[in-house]
Every structure is written in C-alpha cells, then in structure tokens.
C-alpha cells in the first residue's frame, strides 16, 4: 500500500483552471473507479470534493472536475479563487493484498 | 447533522497502549462502514483501517503489522480504536471518519492528538 504520488505543490492565479494529478498503479488507481478528493485547509478537517473519479457530492462547486486515465487520475479546479488555496489530497480504493485505501501524498495549491 | 466526536487521546510512552473511542450521532451507524485515518503533524493523510457496518470484517494498512484493533458497538453508536506497541511515528492526529460504502470517506470527527514521547 505505497502512497499516491502528488506534485507537492501547484500554483495559479484567480480564474485559471489548475490540474493536480494522482499517480498510483494497475492495483489501485487503475484497476478501480473508486478514486476520490479531499480538501484540507490549514487546522481544518479534510472535505470530500470528489469521489467515484468524477462525481461531485451536493454544495461543491462544479468548478471542481475529476478525471482519471490509466494509472492517473487528476483533479482539475477551473476558475480558481483564493479560498482555493489549501491541501489537496487523492484517495483510491486497493485490493492488491487485501481490501485497503491509499492516499496521495498531498499537493498544496497556492493562489498567487 | 452527522456528529463524530473522537475521545481518550493523550500523550503516552513508547512501548504503551491506548484506546480511542469516537462517538456518533445524526445518523443511523449501523448502517455505515467507519473508518480510523491519521495525520502526523505537518504531514499527510494516511488510511489506518475500517470496519463493516455489523464489525464483520475490518481492514488495516499493511504498515501498522497487527498493532492496532478497530472495533464497534452499535448498541452504543460507538467506534473504538485500540493501539498498542505504540512507536514515535504513530504521533498523529487521529480522525474517525464515516465511509459512505462507495470507498469515500463524507463526514470526518474532529480529530484526537495522540503523542508518543518519553
């Protein structure tokens, strides 16, 4: 159960689209559509913002998109605000051993 | 209002033992997988285990090797953790998180700090 790789960081300005990519392998990512994203801001809990790879659940704004090709999936924030800004982890479901989650390694966005 | 509230975190020996304890409330818990994940400070997420809505079945990252035991009570919508063997690295922020069944996490407690120093 190796974690997700994650850029450490991403950065853009207000209203240009961002994407943070999730890297895994044929045992998690890409054997599953159970990829799932997470926001944390600093002291915060984390907030789902997408799960099943591209479903949003209600009250997160459709600026958030997920995607996922192969081995990679990637979160795409279009329009970005400065309450973007925060920790932004991915998630997948494994089986390669026995049923187990993995996170990514996280990726800070910063709003410049 | 989905309410997760985590209890019995504290700073404890290396070597030693420690059961947290999650209590829920606003939903029906029997009917959700729960899930334990970790943050040690200034790091990120780490999956710990998760158990099945009756305590059936539970699933644990490869890395903690046995140390650690999920359990439940719905009688007492409660959700348990018992570690032992605890190790420096186990220093963490521990959420109870409530498992939608479709392998995402939608409601998280506010967190227990655990800290193991002598």
């Known amino acids: 159960q190796s974690a997700l790789t994650q850029p450490a960081s991403v950065s853009g300005s207000p209203g240009q689209s961002i994407t943070i990519s999730c890297t895994g392998t044929?045992?998690?990512?890409?054997?599953?559509?159970?990829v799932s994203w997470y926001q944390q801001h600093p002291g915060k809990v984390p907030k789902v913002l997408i799960f099943?790879?591209?479903s949003r659940p209600s009250g997160v704004p459709d600026r958030f998109s997920g995607s996922k090709s192969g081995n990679t999936a990637s979160l795409t924030i279009s329009g970005l605000q400065t309450e973007d800004e925060a920790t932004y982890y991915c998630?997948?479901?494994?089986?390669?051993?026995?049923?187990?989650?993995?996170f990514g390694t996280g990726t800070q966005v910063t709003v410049l | 209002e989905v309410q997760l509230v985590e209890s019995g975190a504290r700073l404890v020996q290396p070597g030693g033992s420690l059961r947290l304890s999650c209590e829920a409330s606003?939903?029906?818990?029997?009917?959700?997988?729960m899930t334990w994940v970790r943050q040690p400070p200034g790091k990120g997420l780490e999956w710990v285990a998760n158990?099945?809505?009756?305590?059936?079945?539970?699933f644990y990252a490869d890395s903690l090797k046995g140390r650690f035991t999920i359990s439940r009570d719905n009688a007492k919508n409660s959700l348990f953790l018992q570690m032992s063997s605890l190790r420096a690295d186990d220093t963490a922020i521990y959420y109870c998180?409530?498992?939608?069944?479709?392998?995402?996490?939608?409601?998280w407690g506010q967190g227990a700090l655990v800290t193991v120093s002598s």
């Open positions: 158990i099945r809505p009756d305590g059936g079945d539970t």
């Open positions: 099943g790879v591209r």
């Open positions: 998180a409530r498992d939608t069944g479709n392998f995402y996490v939608d409601s």
């Open positions: 044929s045992g998690d990512v890409g054997a599953y559509d159970y």
């Open positions: 606003g939903f029906t818990f029997r009917n959700y997988w």
């Open positions: 998630s997948s479901y494994t089986d390669v051993n026995r049923p187990a989650h993995v």
